[in-house]
């Protein structure tokens, strides 16, 4: 049903509720996984792949690291890391990549704190046409 499972990560822990429910799944679906961070501090944005800056290379680490998690656990995994505005950069992989299933943790803000801060999984999921798993972070 799911041949390829994409994960967006944000580098924060709330990453861990939805990396651990996808591994769960991968396995019993036996599902590739692609892991996609967006990198959107200010040399992100600026220079796009040509950045070059600790948040860069902090992000590549920590994809790294959670591709090697899932590949410990005999997952097929692909890591990538993309540039810009997230739900954007997010749209566009599943234009360009294609997948059966985009999971997302999700922060739990309520009206107030998504003004400002943004929402990120409402403007993908009503984008894309694949299903959107959204698992709250505790």
Known sequence: MYNKILVTLDTTPSDRAIIEHIKALAKIMHSRVALLHVADGWAARMYG???????????????????????AEGIPVEAALAYGDPANEIIKWVQQEGCDLVAMSTHGHRFVKDLFLGTTAPKVQHRISVPVLLLRAK
């Open 49 to 71: 792949p040509d950045a070059v800056s600790p948040e860069v290379n902090e992000d590549r680490a920590y994809l790294e690291k959670i591709r090697a998690e899932f590949e």
